[in-house]
Structures are given as C-alpha cells and as structure tokens.
C-alpha cells in the first residue's frame, strides 16, 4: 500500500460514519449511500496528487459527496422514491408535513453548492457545528453565516412554493 | 414558511431519515470494497505515460510539414486540429498546463496523460460571410444530439472538459426542447423566428430560426418493423446492463402490427429474432443478450438490411437501430466501403438509427457518419435516462420519418444586414445550388420534431462599427448594387423536402420575415446555449463568450423545463465553468 492509499485508509475509517449519516439523510438507502461515497472517494483519489494536504483532501470528499448524492437523485428522480428506505417513525404521518418536507428537499437540492453542503453537513449530518465546519475546510463563524443565508434562501423558496399552491 | 416551521422540518428530516444502525455493512467490508476499485482504477488509469521521444515521433508521422527543430516547441502551440489529429486532446484541451510536462523526462505525478482512442471528427468554424458576395446560406437538416449526451459523460462523470472539436453547437442547440408553435392545417413545417443582441458581442444580432413538426397522434402511426442490430462485442461489456433496459422499454411501446428482429454480431452475426410481434418473446430475448467476442461490424449491418426487406412493410415505419460503442474492428470495416452499403439502401425506405455508447472505445466520427448516410439519426447513450429520452420519449420523432433530404436556404437583403455568419452545422454543409438539385441527399426530420438553427448577423447599419469582426475583406463590386434596398424585409427562409418515401420531386416553401423580429424565451435559452458551446470550443469568433456569464443567463430562462434538460444543463455548465478555471 503506498502513501496516497494510506491516506485514503485514514480517511475512510475517520470519516465513513459521519458521510454516511449525511449522504443516507439525502439518498435514502444504504446501498446508494455507500455507492455515493465510493464514488466520491474515487474521484478524489484520481487527482489526489492536487491536494495540499489530508484537511483539503478531506474537504473535498464532503464536497463531493454531496453532489454526487443530489446527482443521484436527480437521475432516479423519474423512479419516484422507489430507491428509499427510512425507517416508518411511531409519530402519524400526515400528508401536509410529507408534501413540505419533499418540497424542503428539492429547495436543498437547488441551492448553489457552497449553501447546500452548510444544510447538510451542519444541519443534517451527525456532525457539531465546530465538526462540520472543520470538515469543510471554514470557521465556525462562516459556517453559520452559510446556514443562516441558506435558511434564508430556503424559505424563500418554500414560500414561492405555498403561494403557487 | 416561518423560521420555526423551517426548523421543524428540519429536524424532522435529521431524526426520522437518519440510518439505522443495522443499515450498514461494516467499516472495514466497505473498506475493502473501496480498495478493490481503487486497484481497478489504477489498472485502467494512467496506461503508459509517453516519452517525449513519443510524442516527437507521433507528431512527425501525423504533421510531415514540420522542420526537425521546429517540433518540440510546436507541439505547445498546435492548433486544436493537429491536437485532434494526433489524438493526445485529452490531456491538452482538460489541462493546457499539462502539455509542457510532457517533454519533462519524468511523469508528473497524478498528471500522467491518458491515451485515448476516442475520435471526432475535427470541424472548423464558419466565418462570417459578407451578404453583396454571398446573400445565400444553405445547410442541411440535422437533428442529431449524440454530442450533447457526450458532453455530460465527460463534464459530469469524467471531471474534464470536452476537447473542442467534439462540440458540435448545432446538437447542443438541438438537444432542448423550445415552444414554437405547431404547423396549421396540413403544413408540414412552420418556422418561427426570433432575434436579440448576441450575448458575445452585443453589436451582433443572434437570430434564431426554429422549425416545429406536426405532433403526431400515436395511433394513427404507420406499423414499424424494428431491426435492432446490436454490438454484443466484449468492449461493449459495461454498457450492456443498459442496452438491454433501453431495448426492453422499446419493445414495451410497440403497438400491434409492429414487428421486431434482433441481429447481435460479436464473436459471429447471428439473428436471435426474425419479424416477431410478440412483445413478451421479445423481453425474453432482450432479457438473455451478454457480451462477448469481438467485432465484425460491417457483415452485422449486411444481415440487418437483408431482414429488414425480407420483412419491410410497404407504406410503414422500417428501421434499423443499431447499437454500437463505433468499434468495427473485424471484417468489411473501412469506413468507405461500410458508408458504400449503407448509402446503397438510402432508397429503399429503411432507415438507420445509430445509438452509440460506451466510453474510451466510443467513435463518434463513424457513428455519426453512418446515421448520416443511412437517412437516420445518431445519438448518444450515457445513461438509463438518455436510453429512454431516445427510445421511448422521443420515439415518435426520432423513429418515424415525416420528411427527408430537408434543406433550409436563408437569403439575407443587403439593404438590413452586412454580414452573417451559421452556428455549427459545419458536418452539414452545402453550395447553394445543391438547394434545388434533388440529387443531393440531406438529413431527416421526423414527426412532432423541432429543429433550431442560429446566425450571427452583422446588421447593415452596424456595419462601420465592427470593422475587425472577422468578415473576409472583398473588393467593392462594380456591378451589383444592393437591388432590393428600400426593401424592409430582412431575409427569405426556404424549406426544402421530400416524402420520407418513393422518387416523388420535392417539395419547396418561402417565408419572409419583415425585420428583426423581436426576443422571446426560445430564444433567451437558445443564446445561453449558444454561448456555452462558442466557449467550449473557445470560438474565434466569440473570445468574450464564457461559460460562467452563459450559466447565469440559462438559469435566468429555465423555463417550465418539464424534463429536467435544462436544468441539467445548468449544472453541467457550473461544473464546466469549474473545470475551466
């Protein structure tokens, strides 16, 4: 194993768990989940000689997790939500919430790059904020300034979506 | 939407979507995984990275004209054609920085330059023409979009940008829907026209010329026989999965009287069904295809035209579609004598679909030219979701012919517009006398079908102003003055065409356009389109097109974009603009 594989080695077992927990939150199924995140591992890993060092390579791989999970879904978005398996949760499932909820996820998957990796990884993921924005490669303080302007962003968006109704 | 409601969602999101602990494998399963890829990769990846020598001597054998002292330092600047030509635009076009490492003795690492065998057919630009000398512009149908769904496969899974004799922009245009209105009564074509200043150089007009179909009602279609003639040769082995799903959504459309044959040629050609209409037998057979053996391409398409008229339907729908990764590497494979055959059986009413496929190995020059010359189209399959855009969604267009050897002939009045200049259909070009001469073959439109076309026009009274645009200095003519001035109208469109079927003469129809018609959405989206392709092939004629400004502007006219296209489209050119940084 050379030293570019070692690195990869470390990251994987370092992170797996964490991207994870966010690409599940997006994909829906473990199966895709861990696809998602091979595949974006290897992308990394084809131009590992680029990074400047294990913080940036791991930046990146958050980055690209992310797209690669909403690029997923896009291209099944015709099979409907086939591909999903959440656990069904003891609380009532009433139409309204679903319907927002769906109409949240597409509000996510269209904000630009910078603002849906801060949902994510910051809201979504199992991670502290002080977690997330190490992993993606910012301060703290950034990180919530993202989110906050992503918030904003999204629920302007979702009220576009209530007055169309 | 309130904060507090926001919040809510979102919790609701984190907590209830969050992976059970038992949905995973373990680390150390995925681990291996990963590993095992990785060595894939690495067998596949940088192949063998080529000695300076290497590449001195491919550019001698390709470039004889160059001076011995001369090549080394050329070869930084080679225009894209001998870059084309000497088949390393992969690593020259992603990364121009790159080249220079090549004449290093030592690989940079992570930048070893991959080989490819893929192949384009290099086309040139169109430079404006001035319209005293020439008012005439004539160019063939094509509705092709096999370049665009190539375009994704590199940007969006490859990470790299296209090398720009692959962008063709008349199939990047071509490959969007627009909403131009339908032909009334039993017009077979109806043009719609729209104008704005070009993106690139606001003095420039872009003028659009769009061509809409009659939509056609599917049941009233003519019975359709179906060769499918497919490449089941081993380098089709990792698109196999998806040939065989596009073809089963096929056949799930076929309607009674349709027929279906399935002629596979890998390790031999051998016909699996002969003019069946039994959907169910032909999901089975669909269902048992695999890959194998290598190619005898051109005694596969033999065998496919001998069905296709043993079983042809007088008056109906007979096709070939043949599914192909370009590589005919065994038997009657010179291009010449394949396109001979193919040419040969233009009259006898079968067409030919080509959807190529596959990557590394994937030949668009031949693929392209066979659709071309065998009165069909060529398409590109990258994914599930393109095999079914072509087979099942566009299926009424790009599989019943309405209309063949369509030509357009725009004639410019002298008195509005200086000079002009075609976007794409390079491949398609034609003299302006070969517009009436039936002997001349050109492409196919089929029902419900859109075609778009763009010129940049230099309007007469801005003429002083964009003296350095590249418009070919002529000599004042002596004899001709502008006839029709005071004539407000701005240009004449002709269409010309045949039946899809029998030797019947052509067809010939005029539209005039007043003046400078106004914007609409189709045209907003096609400009953003346009632009995106001029950067792509970083167009001579468009240095200050780019991609980022293009990206902004297609997002500004997504439209109601029912199939998802443009959006797509919106994140290619993200990623592109990315790239190209």
């Known amino acids: 194993m050379d030293e570019i594989e070692m690195r990869f080695q470390r990251l994987c077992r370092e992170e797996l768990s964490y991207l994870r927990g966010g690409v599940f939150r997006i994909v829906g199924n473990a199966a895709d989940t861990d696809d998602v995140i091979q595949e974006a591992l290897l992308r990394a890993f084809r131009r590992a000689g680029s990074f400047r060092g294990d913080a940036d390579l791991r930046s990146w791989v958050y980055r690209i997790a992310v797209n690669c999970a909403f690029d997923l879904l896009r291209e099944r978005k015709r099979e409907a939500e086939a591909g999903r398996q959440y656990a069904e949760t003891a609380s009532e499932k009433d139409e309204k919430t679903e319907k927002r909820l769906a109409e949240l996820e597409k509000a996510v998957s269209e904000l630009p790059e910078l603002y849906r990796e801060a949902i994510v990884w910051g809201c979504l993921a199992d991670l502290s904020g002080s977690e997330a924005a190490a992993r993606l490669g910012c301060s703290e303080n950034t990180l919530y300034q993202r989110v906050f302007k992503a918030r904003q962003m999204l629920k302007k968006a979702m009220t576009q979506k209530e007055v169309a109704r | ?581």
Not at chain 2, 56 to 70: G, Q, T, Y
Not at chain 2, 189 to 197: Q, W
Not at chain 2, 388 to 409: I, P, S
Not at chain 2, 524 to 541: D, H, K, Q
């Open chain 2, 1 to 581: 939407m309130n904060d507090m409601l926001l919040d809510g969602l979102l919790t609701q999101w984190k907590t209830e979507r969050a992976p059970r602990p038992g949905d995973f494998s373990s680390n150390a399963s995925f681990e291996r995984r990963f590993f095992t890829a990785v060595r894939i990769e690495k067998q596949k990846r940088p192949r063998k990275a080529p000695r300076p020598s290497d590449l001195v001597n491919l550019i001698r054998k390709l470039r004889p004209a160059f001076e011995p002292s001369e090549r080394v330092c050329a070869s930084f600047s080679l225009p894209p054609a001998a870059m084309a030509a000497s088949r390393i635009h992969c690593c020259c076009s992603a990364a121009p920085g790159l080249i220079g490492g090549l004449f290093d003795d030592a690989p940079v690492p992570g930048s070893a330059p991959v080989f490819d065998t893929e192949e384009y057919k290099t086309v040139g630009e169109r430079p404006f023409v001035a319209v005293t000398t020439n008012p005439l512009s004539t160019f063939g149908a094509d509705v092709d979009s096999a370049m665009y769904a190539n375009l994704r496969r590199m940007v969006l899974k490859e990470d790299r940008l296209p090398p720009p004799e692959a962008v063709r922009l008349e199939e990047l245009i071509n490959y969007f829907g627009y909403d131009y209105p339908q032909p009334e009564g039993k017009a077979v074509m109806r043009p719609h026209f729209a104008s704005g200043a070009a993106p690139w150089a606001p003095e420039r007009r872009l003028l659009l010329i769009g061509v809409q179909t009659p939509v056609p009602d599917r049941e009233k279609l003519p019975a359709s026989h179906y060769v499918f003639l497919i490449d089941n040769s081993g380098s089709m082995d990792d698109v196999f999965p998806m040939v065989r799903e596009a073809m089963t959504a096929l056949a799930g459309n076929l309607r009674s009287g349709d027929k279906v044959s399935i002629v596979t040629y890998g390790g031999d050609v051998r016909v699996l069904l002969e003019g069946c209409s039994d959907v169910s037998t032909v999901c089975e057979v669909i269902a048992k295809l695999e890959a194998e053996g290598c190619t005898p391409g051109g005694e596969g398409i033999q065998k496919a035209y001998a069905l296709a008229e043993k079983h042809f339907i007088p008056g109906g729908n007979n096709r070939i579609v043949l599914i192909t990764d370009g590589d005919f590497n065994v038997g009657a494979s010179s291009e010449a004598e394949l396109v001979e055959m193919v040419k040969a059986k233009r009259d006898t009413g079968i067409y030919l679909t080509v959807a190529g496929c596959g990557m590394g190995n994937y030949k668009d020059n031949k693929i392209k030219m066979l659709a071309n010359k065998g009165n069909g189209n060529a398409f590109y399959l990258d994914s599930m979701r393109e095999a079914k855009r072509v087979f099942v969604h566009g299926m009424t267009g790009n599989m019943y012919a309405l209309a063949r050897d369509v030509k357009f002939q725009v004639e410019f009045n002298p008195a509005q517009v200086f000079a002009y200049r075609l976007l794409g259909y390079e491949l398609r070009d034609m003299t302006d006398r070969d517009f009436s001469d039936d002997k001349k073959e050109s492409g196919t439109v089929g029902q419900g079908q859109q075609l778009t076309a763009l010129y940049e026009i230099i309007p007469a009274d801005a003429a002083a102003s964009v003296k350095n645009a590249a418009v070919p200095k002529m000599p004042p003519l002596k004899y001709q003055t502008a006839s029709a001035s005071g004539s407000e109208e701005l240009l004449t469109f002709r269409i010309r065409w045949r039946e899809p079927q029998g030797k019947k003469a052509a067809r010939e129809e005029a539209f005039s356009v007043p003046g400078l018609p106004p914007e609409d959405e189709n045209w907003n989206w096609a400009a953003a389109v346009a632009e995106a392709g001029l950067a792509l092939r970083s167009s001579a004629f468009a240095p200050a097109a780019s991609l980022k400004h293009a990206a902004k502007q297609a997002q500004q006219h997504l439209g109601e974009d029912p199939s998802g296209d443009r959006a797509e489209f919106l994140l290619l050119l993200r990623r592109a603009a990315e790239l190209s940084r």
